[in-house]
């Protein structure tokens, strides 16, 4: 299976601040560490080129960004403080999602170890986002005639309101979006599939919220692919989760991902996407027993 990972590109961020950039390299490290992979494995991707992010992005966007051309309130609205290493940070995680598509497509599975970065509109990016990879990568892959209608399940707890909206008049990609009815963003956009959970929801309503998602997909869309975003941030100890699954109830959720996508025959691609618990190791923990249960389905169907 294909792991891209990217914590070799850093995201230059002031002391003290809040995004765990550090949780990609802890990742990495523990995914060798453990045995689930070898570092030789894990590959390092290109850059999302200019053709590949104007497809979703607006030029004025893309170009404001490059040249480090964006307002102080903007920025902001980001999250994260400019600087051409988090552009160049941000270009290849978009080509990790890219080059992970094409490698579904051909194997089945395919990881990320970023990605998910599912509140970036076409012109503008927020919530620690700056592109969006899911929306390039789709584009991306319909471009290059390998699959045409895609499912993307979002199971970050925030709802992935920039794909949404990307994607709001396009009958070829289905946006399903499960996550917190009272978490950031506090503006939805409206999926295709947007199932809301109060706070405090725990396993069991949390997995039958799903299974009943996914059971709804199966009953209306036809997909050639799906991209998975394994968001850790519904654990019950994230700082910005407001809902409360264990760590179990994680895996079993992505389980049940799993079990649909090979159920319809679906490649399927990872991506991390969000994680703030306020012990980042427990994000790491859940980040690697997401990449653990897909790696042991991958080697299962190359045998």
Same mark, same amino acid.
């Given at each position: 299976?294909?792991? @891209?990972?990217? $914590?070799?590109?850093?995201?230059?961020?002031?002391?003290?601040?809040? =995004?765990?950039?550090?949780?990609?390299?802890?990742?990495?490290?523990?995914?060798? $560490?453990?045995?689930?992979?070898?570092?030789?494995?894990?590959?390092?991707?290109?850059?999302?080129?200019?053709?590949?992010?104007?497809?979703?992005?607006?030029?004025?966007?893309?170009?404001?960004?490059?040249?480090?051309?964006?307002?102080?309130?903007?920025?902001?609205?980001?999250?994260?403080?400019?600087?051409?290493?988090?552009?160049?940070?941000?270009?290849?995680? !978009?080509?990790?999602?890219?080059?992970?598509? !094409?490698?579904?497509?051909?194997?089945?599975?395919?990881?990320?170890?970023?990605?998910?970065?599912?509140?970036?509109?076409? %012109?503008?990016?927020?919530? =620690?986002?700056?592109?969006?990879?899911?929306?390039?990568?789709?584009?991306?892959? &319909?471009?290059?005639?390998?699959?045409?209608?895609?499912?993307?399940?979002?199971?970050?707890?925030?709802?992935?309101?920039?794909?949404?909206?990307?994607?709001?008049? %396009?009958?070829?990609?289905?946006?399903?979006?499960?996550?917190?009815?009272?978490?950031?963003?506090?503006?939805?956009?409206?999926?295709?599939? $947007?199932?809301?959970?109060?706070?405090?929801?725990?396993?069991?309503?949390?997995?039958?919220?799903?299974?009943?998602?996914?059971?709804?997909?199966?009953?209306?869309?036809?997909?050639?692919?799906?991209?998975?975003?394994?968001?850790?941030?519904? @654990?019950? $100890?994230?700082?910005?989760?407001?809902?409360?699954?264990?760590?179990?109830?994680?895996?079993?959720?992505?389980?049940?991902?799993?079990?649909?996508?090979?159920?319809?025959?679906?490649?399927? !691609?990872?991506?991390?996407?969000?994680? @703030?618990?306020?012990?980042?190791?427990?994000?790491?923990?859940?980040?690697?027993?997401?990449?653990?249960?897909? &790696?042991?389905?991958?080697?299962?169907?190359?045998?």
């Amino acid at each position: 299976m294909h792991i @891209y990972r990217t $914590d070799s590109f850093p995201i230059p961020l002031p002391r003290g601040h809040h =995004f765990p950039a550090g949780k990609y390299r802890m990742l990495a490290r523990r995914l060798v $560490d453990d045995g689930i992979v070898s570092s030789n494995e894990m590959r390092l991707p290109r850059e999302a080129t200019r053709e590949e992010l104007l497809r979703v992005h607006a030029i004025e966007y893309l170009t404001r960004l490059e040249r480090g051309e964006m307002t102080a309130k903007e920025m902001r609205r980001i999250g994260l403080p400019w600087s051409v290493e988090l552009v160049d940070r941000a270009r290849r995680s !978009v080509g990790a999602t890219v080059e992970s598509c !094409v490698a579904a497509m051909n194997d089945g599975f395919a990881v990320s170890l970023s990605g998910g970065t599912h509140h970036a509109f076409p %012109d503008r990016g927020e919530g =620690f986002c700056l592109f969006n990879d899911v929306a390039v990568a789709a584009r991306a892959i &319909q471009a290059a005639g390998r699959a045409e209608r895609i499912l993307v399940i979002d199971a970050d707890v925030h709802q992935g309101n920039g794909t949404a909206f990307i994607f709001r008049s %396009d009958p070829t990609v289905f946006t399903f979006s499960i996550h917190g009815k009272n978490n950031f963003p506090f503006h939805k956009q409206a999926g295709d599939l $947007d199932v809301n959970l109060a706070d405090g929801t725990g396993d069991e309503t949390y997995l039958k919220a799903l299974r009943s998602g996914l059971e709804t997909i199966a009953g209306g869309f036809t997909a050639e692919m799906a991209i998975y975003l394994a968001g850790a941030d519904p @654990y019950h $100890d994230d700082r910005y989760g407001r809902v409360a699954l264990s760590k179990e109830g994680l895996a079993l959720r992505d389980r049940e991902v799993l079990a649909f996508c090979r159920k319809h025959q679906l490649p399927v !691609v990872v991506t991390m996407a969000g994680g @703030y618990a306020r012990n980042i190791a427990d994000t790491v923990d859940i980040h690697v027993q997401t990449v653990r249960i897909f &790696q042991s389905a991958a080697r299962e169907f190359e045998k």
